[in-house]
Structure formats: structure tokens, C-alpha cells
């Protein structure tokens, strides 16, 4: 598999202005790290080296081992602090990747770490990449009680691509296999880059998904196991939001977990991108939702059902998974309105959804200094009526509080297809974006 590097202009552009200071990158796993790294130090003087699940002396020995032999040279120390000291003039760019392993294994290397960078790395023209996939273990760098706080002032947390980027990889599927693509497994880029766009995205599923051997089979599990102490409990964490648990109580219920407790652990998966807490836009009160679309898939159509696989006899729900596939096309339709926004067409100032008892609005944008208000619906269907959608979001409109005497309405609906198109609803600006459209917002192709 040959990883693509696509977008990270801005992470590239912090890497190149930040030499000869040292430097944190962290993010979930498979999200780019390694080949941001990479990129950056192409063609640079560089060492690269991977930590593994070790004790310091033994990684110790293997790093200057490898160093040696990777510039031909004998260099004799028998502490990281003698090893900088003795190359401290040669302008190399040092990567330490999977950095957290380390820490996890050895708490005392933040402390030695500490000196190297306050006694050797000032006073020098080395650069110090630190690189992590364990991201709890990474941020906890930058607590006041750890040894290095203040030490790394430049840290990069690589995140998903957004999903105008899926284009990049699969050139050849159109929209709508894209979007399913992206409901699977995000904008991981090594997750994307599985899929073949010479076959259909069922033969994908089937590849990819559905087969023990294969690589998404269980790669959340294998996640969860490998970065967190109790995976079992996070785990049901997991399955308790995605079975529509959004509440503290009715989570720890469902996962057999002390409500005093539950925070914590919420907040390690928020931590490492799994889940989030959605607040609705003028309310303070969020929902727990789960935020990798990975996991997501994985935890609604892979892993109820495997006996079925085991045995052979899965039959994909398509009726559940079209209605799956809706609430990440409102993702994708948030991520629309925020590039109209940086391409100059719209002049709002903050986006987000509402809802208030049983009333709900996909989305909602506002420009605060002007009182302009658009409400917005997404819907995963072909051949929409406008028309109807927006005398429904008419009337959910009264009940959101904003200005209400004095801001101006407008009106968005986000569809496959229209049967009826509308510019203009009850003195309100319309505007409606189907599949094409949002091809050309999103920059997969020019308009003509």
C-alpha cells in the first residue's frame, strides 16, 4: 500500500519554522504522522528512529546502535545525555517516533528528556522531532506537573483529512461512493487508501470489511487493547453511545460503570478522537456522540454481527446503513458551508446544529454582526422538493431564540437530487446543493 500525501500544507509550513526547536507531533493512529515526517525530512539531514514497548537502557543501545551504523560513524555514550552532548554540533534533525511508547514504559525519560533539551539542545543546531500515537500519554507532555511542560512550545496534532481530500486517493468513484467511503472509515488516510476504485464499493465492503482475515475486521479492538489499560470498559463506553446512549447516566448504566468514574474515560476517548460532545448552538447542554467514523461503522455493522461473518450467512443491511450513511452526510454538509464561508460566498461566523425537545436543525450558521441567521436540512435522497423542506424549516425557525424581532432568515437544503428547485421561501433566500454541487464547492472539478 502506497500512503498519498495529500493537504497538511499548514502543518509542513509549522515544521519549517520551527528548526532547531524541539518539536511534538502526536494524533490517532494511521492518521499521517510517519508521513508528514517523512515529507519534511526528505532530503534533509535526519535520523529517524522507531521507540518500541522496551526498557530505556534497551532502547538506548538500539537507537545509537542504528545511528552509528546509519552514518557510518562510532559514537561510544552510555546515556541519551551523553549521546547529545557528543553530537550536539551536527545540524541533524533527530525523529523520535512512537515516542509514548517510551514514556509509558519508563516515566523518568520526560525528566531526562528535560535536561537534554535545558542543558544541550539550547545551546545547539540539533532539531528534536517527537512523535506520538498514544495521544493521552503525548498531551500529558504539556501538564504543569510533567518534567517537559514549557520545554516543546511547538506541537502539531495531525487530524483527520477532511473529506474533500477523498478525491485525491479515489479519482475514479464518483460522489456518492465517496461519501460512502468517508462513512466508513473518515479521513484516516491509511484507511482510505485500502480501497480500490477500479472495483465497486461493495466489493470493497466485502474485501475489506467483511472477511476475518482482513484489515478492518478488528482493527478497533486491536486499538483499544494496544493503547488503553482497560479496554474492555471503553469499549462498552463505545457501544453504549452508539446504541443512542448520549446521557452520563444512561452511559454508565449501559457500560457498568460508576457515574463518579465515567468522565474520566469519557474524556480519554475524547482525547483520542472517538467520540465527542455535541452542543447545540445557543444551549449549553451537549450530547456524547461518536466522532471516528471508523469505530462508528465498525461497531454498528461489523461487530453485532460476527457469527453471520464467522458462519458466511452476513447479509449487509443497505436500509440501515443508508440511514447511517445520512448522519455523516450532514457532516459533509457542515463541511461545505465552512468552505463556502472561506471562499468569500458567506459571511457567517459560527456553525453548528440546534435542537430543542423534539425540534431538530441539521444545521445552522450564523453572522453574528449582521443578525443573519440560515437554517438548514441535509437529506440523503434523490429528487427532493425544496419547497416542502423549507415550510418545515419554517416552522422550526419560531423556536430557535436568536434575535428573533430583528435578524434576517435564509434558508439551506443539502439533497442527492431536486424534483423542485427554489430560490426565495416567504421573503427568505433559498439555497439548495445537490450532489453536483457540492463536487464543485468541495473543488473536485471546475465549474464550466
Not at 476517548?269 to 460532545?277: D, F, P, Q, T, W
Request: glycine share 4%; with cysteine.
Amino acid at each position: 500500500m502506497i500512503l498519498k500525501f495529500i493537504d497538511r500544507e499548514d502543518e509542513f509550513e509549522i515544521l519549517k519554522n520551527s528548526l532547531r526547536n524541539p518539536i511534538l507531533i502526536y494524533g490517532k493512529r494511521r492518521v499521517g504522522k510517519t508521513e508528514l515526517i517523512k515529507q519534511f525530512i526528505k532530503n534533509k539531514k535526519s535520523f529517524y528512529f522507531i521507540f518500541h514497548k522496551n526498557k530505556l537502557e534497551t532502547e538506548f543501545q538500539r537507537f545509537v546502535a542504528k545511528f552509528n551504523k546509519e552514518f557510518n560513524i562510532f559514537i561510544e555514550a552510555k546515556s541519551f545525555e551523553e549521546f547529545f552532548e557528543k553530537i550536539k554540533n551536527k545540524g541533524i534533525i533527530i525523529v523520535f517516533d512512537e515516542f509514548s511508547y517510551l514514556v509509558e514504559k519508563n516515566p523518568e525519560v520526560s525528566s531526562i528528556f528535560q535536561e537534554i533539551i535545558d542543558e544541550i539542545i539550547k545551546k545547539s543546531n540539533l532539531t528534536l522531532i517527537f512523535c506520538g500515537s498514544l495521544i493521552g500519554t503525548m498531551e500529558s507532555l504539556f501538564s504543569y506537573k510533567n518534567p517537559l511542560y514549557g520545554r516543546i512550545k511547538t506541537r502539531v496534532e495531525l487530524k483527520e483529512l477532511e473529506f474533500k481530500y477523498i478525491k485525491n486517493f479515489l479519482p475514479n468513484y464518483s460522489i456518492k461512493n465517496l461519501i460512502k467511503v468517508y462513512a466508513c472509515v473518515g479521513g484516516v488516510p491509511a484507511y482510505i487508501a485500502e480501497f480500490n476504485d477500479k472495483i465497486s464499493f461493495e466489493k470493497n465492503l466485502e474485501k475489506l470489511f467483511f472477511r476475518k482475515e482482513s484489515f478492518f475486521y478488528d482493527d478497533a479492538e486491536r486499538i483499544l487493547k494496544d493503547e488503553l489499560r482497560e479496554p474492555d470498559i471503553y469499549f462498552r463506553i463505545i457501544e453504549a453511545i452508539a446504541n443512542g446512549e448520549t446521557t452520563l447516566g444512561n452511559i454508565a448504566s449501559y457500560a457498568y460503570v460508576d457515574i463518579t468514574n465515567l468522565l474520566k474515560y469519557l474524556k480519554i476517548l475524547e482525547k483520542m478522537n472517538i467520540i465527542k460532545k455535541i452542543k447545540p448552538l445557543f444551549l449549553k447542554k451537549g450530547l456524547w456522540k461518536l466522532a471516528d467514523n471508523y469505530f462508528n461503522f465498525w461497531i454498528n455493522f461489523i461487530y453485532p454481527y460476527s457469527e453471520e461473518l464467522e458462519l458466511g450467512t452476513y447479509n449487509f443491511p443497505d436500509e440501515k446503513f443508508n440511514c447511517y450513511v445520512s448522519f455523516i452526510f450532514e457532516k459533509i454538509c457542515m463541511q461545505a458551508i465552512i468552505e463556502m464561508i472561506k471562499q468569500g460566498k458567506f459571511n457567517f461566523t459560527k456553525t453548528g446544529k440546534w435542537w430543542y425537545k423534539d425540534k431538530e436543525l441539521d444545521l445552522v450558521a450564523l453572522d453574528e454582526p449582521g443578525k443573519k441567521i440560515m437554517l438548514g436540512e441535509c437529506k440523503w435522497k434523490e429528487k427532493i422538493n425544496a419547497l416542502k423542506i423549507c415550510k418545515k424549516l419554517a416552522e422550526k425557525s419560531v423556536h430557535v431564540k436568536w434575535n428573533n424581532e430583528e435578524r434576517k432568515e435564509s434558508f439551506a437544503v443539502f439533497a442527492k437530487s431536486f424534483s423542485k428547485r427554489i430560490k426565495e421561501f416567504e421573503g427568505r433566500n433559498v439555497y439548495c446543493f445537490d450532489l453536483k454541487d457540492l463536487e464543485i464547492i468541495l473543488g473536485f472539478f471546475k465549474e464550466l
